[in-house]
């Protein structure tokens, strides 16, 4: 028997060696189907291989420094343990098409550090030229710990998942959501019937 292969999509936000986040598949139809990252009180989206991410935002400098310090143009509206991805770096390729760790953020910087919380050193990369761009991760707050994960149950129909989930170990029980995708960066957990009336509403 054959199968195709695997491709490494990006680092886990929750590390797998403290309690692994559970992957759930989400089908609109035939050609659009997405695979959720649910780990602890959040939740990430995959598609076509890929994590899917906010605006980007260009990328005016890197430094040659451990660790390496980037900066935008403009605001970019981090904080520190975001994780974000980097592309299109002239000169500085060794950055292109790698995730990190955004740390001492400032308005239009950030220090580059890896998912595991170690400094990525430039030091010995090539000097940055032009262009380049960075993208958050976009990621959603969801109500499930890590723990609970194991015993979360859903269905869905169409752009929404509706979720049930009690841990048969510990009693702990949680409200049903809806978890509803109204854009590609627009997802929601609802839990109560007028939110979702009025979420609806404003879409």
Known sequence: MSRAGTAFVGPTKQLASSAPPRLITFRFDILTNFVLEFGDQYMRIIY???YI???PVSI???TNTNPGVVTTLLPHGYSDGDVVYVANVSGMTQINNRF???TNATTYSF???DSFGSPVSTLTFG??????TVARIYTVVSPYAAVDLPYLKFTQSADVMSLCCVNQQTGTEYLPYDLERFSDTDWEFVGSPSRRASRRQRH
């Open 48 to 50: 076509q291989g890929a």
């Open 53 to 55: 991410t906010e605006t």
């Open 60 to 62: 005016s400098g890197v």
């Open 100 to 102: 990190f760790t955004v």
């Open 111 to 113: 220090q580059l550090f």
């Open 127 to 132: 000097a940055y030229a032009s262009s380049g």
